[in-house]
């Protein structure tokens, strides 16, 4: 699966970006996705996750109220919709499958639960 982020940028704090997460040859429809990121000198962390069917979503306590994610399968496409952004949301964003059907409960936070990744897109939060 070729995963391909977008619509990161320069924005100032308490503005908006919407990232965008497309593939390209391969269906996104089966599988739980999340959003991860990574800022600079620190360790790749969890942003948010959606379920298949997009009925359950997931935030990392820090972005909570302030993100919202979505898919829209027939586009194969996830979005990370983010307003009031902060200069701690600096960081490079990754879009990536989770690796198995079933529960996404128990292992959505954890990068070891998932086998492919994006390139990343750049979000920086000017204050």
């Known amino acids: 699966v070729q995963l391909q982020a977008s619509g990161g940028g320069l924005v100032q704090a308490g503005g908006d970006l919407r990232l965008s997460c497309a593939t390209s040859?391969?269906?996104?429809?089966?599988?739980?996705m999340a959003w991860f990121r990574q800022a600079p000198g620190k360790e790749r962390e969890f942003a948010a996750g959606i379920s298949i069917s997009g009925t359950s979503t997931y935030y990392a306590d820090s972005l909570k109220g302030r993100v919202t994610i979505s898919r829209d399968n027939a586009k194969n496409t996830i979005y990370l919709q983010m307003n009031s952004l902060k200069p701690e949301d600096t960081a490079v964003y990754y879009c990536a499958v989770f690796n198995r059907l079933g529960d996404f409960y128990s292992g959505y936070s954890s990068q070891n639960e998932y086998n492919y990744w994006g390139q990343g897109t750049l979000v920086t939060v000017s204050s």
């Open positions: 040859g391969r269906t996104l429809s089966p599988y739980h």
